[in-house]
């Protein structure tokens, strides 16, 4: 989305300083389009070494070729989750570093479409495997995790790092209202299906109806997404961007040429898939073997390591006083999940023949509305400090806690 076209601008920022010692705003060219074959070899160098270079997490990529090697030989349990698990963290972050690079390639309307569509691609491909698969159960908790894990662990810390530095961080009151208002409908998109579900029988017609209620509540959510989109992008784009950041986006150029970033996106993707596949296939060898539920694995697990690098760059941000932004990563990926992943995930189920709905456990359904009272709560009146912070932690902790006992299924 929006949010997303301004991290761009603070990685490239850090990258300027092993780029041309000539003209910092010259773009890599394209590989493979030099004249020159040294030269060629040269900016291919260049371009390699900005895209592995662009965050710090980028050094765990050496658990790639490993994780992919014990899923291979079919190691243990143990070790093939763990191992592919440290390898989607520093693969995420080159997934969103090609997908910033292609964005502003592409202008800012496209842009934010492209950000918007692979915003979340580590929790659409884990969730799409995991359906193929048959793990219902991971794909919801996956989903809800996602959510609370923006709600309040990121946007948390967002808040605490924010208060180091200034008593009381501002942001936007127009766009903070808005997502308070999608955050509200898209709870109640997942209470209403539940409530459906303890109002009717328990019996075959009713989880049929179940289906469909699910069904069609995620068609309906789809689209209210995309106007969305059309609000952030289109109609009211003023509204949503800052004025003194996008002016300094303008004289920013990406790093990757427009084919360079479509390799390096199509190329991640290829691996993240890999690992991601190996992923998910031991998570029924490892719950038995560690003895922990699926529930706590999708919901605190996998979605803490899917948006790591993510959540540092809000930290950051926030750190340096762009809660506008921070704001934007944090709760905009919280209803990119709620608005656009689980329900493009329920169709997805209904073309593929797997019975996916928008209907959680009553735990779950309950500690989600809390999550999201209590941000709508602190973020409506556009100034936050750094015991909100605090109060959103402590909330996560007592989820975690609360999962982490929860009975094995």
């Known amino acids: 989305m929006i949010e997303r076209l301004k991290i761009a601008k603070t990685r490239l920022e850090a990258m300027n300083s092993f780029q041309y010692s000539g003209d910092r705003r010259e773009r890599l060219p394209l590989l493979g389009d030099e004249r020159d074959h040294s030269m060629a070899r040269h900016n291919a160098i260049l371009t390699t070494k900005s895209v592995l270079t662009s965050n710090y997490i980028n050094i765990l990529l050496v658990f790639v070729p490993i994780g992919l090697l014990v899923g291979w030989f079919q190691c243990n349990a143990k070790y093939v989750f763990f191992l592919n698990m440290l390898a989607i963290i520093p693969l995420s972050s080159l997934l969103s570093f090609a997908t910033e690079q292609l964005a502003s390639d592409s202008g800012p309307t496209i842009g934010g479409l492209l950000n918007a569509s692979f915003g979340n691609a580590i929790e659409l491909i884990v969730g799409v495997l995991a359906l193929r698969r048959g793990e219902i159960r991971i794909v919801q ?30 942001f936007n009151v127009t766009v903070a209202q808005t997502m308070a208002a999608m955050l509200a409908l898209s709870t109640a998109s997942i209470i209403i299906p539940a409530a459906f ?73 290829v691996f993240v ?135 094995t299924q």
């Open 197 to 269: 579900h303890f109002s009717v029988p328990d019996n075959k017609a009713s989880e049929t109806a179940l289906l469909q209620v699910s069904r069609g509540t995620a068609v309906i959510v789809l689209v209210v997404y995309l106007l969305l989109l059309v609000f952030q992008l289109k109609t009211h784009k003023h509204v949503c961007r800052d004025v003194s950041e996008s002016e300094e986006e303008e004289d920013q150029e990406p790093v990757l040429g427009l084919y360079a970033s479509i390799f390096v996106l199509g190329l991640v993707t």
């Open 141 to 170: 908790a996956s989903m809800l995790g996602s959510i609370l894990s923006n709600l309040l662990l990121v946007f948390g810390m967002c808040l605490v790092t924010a208060g180091i530095r200034r008593q009381i961080a501002r």
């Open 273 to 407: 898939s890999l690992c991601a596949d190996y992923l998910v296939g031991s998570i029924d060898a490892l719950v038995e073997e560690i003895n922990i539920s699926k529930t706590f694995v999708g919901l605190i697990v996998l979605p803490v390591v899917a948006n790591a690098a993510e959540h540092v760059t809000a930290v950051i941000v926030s750190y340096r006083g762009q809660m506008d932004l921070a704001l934007g990563v944090a709760i905009g990926s919280s209803i990119q999940i709620s608005m656009f992943l689980a329900p493009f995930l329920v169709i997805v189920g209904w073309f593929i023949s797997q019975p996916l709905t928008l209907y959680f456990e009553s735990l779950e359904t309950v500690i989600l509305f809390v999550s999201v009272f209590l941000v709508n709560y602190l973020i409506q009146d556009g100034a936050s400090h750094w015991l909100e912070g605090v109060q959103l932690l402590a909330l996560y902790a007592i989820v975690v806690l609360a999962f982490f006992y929860f009975p």
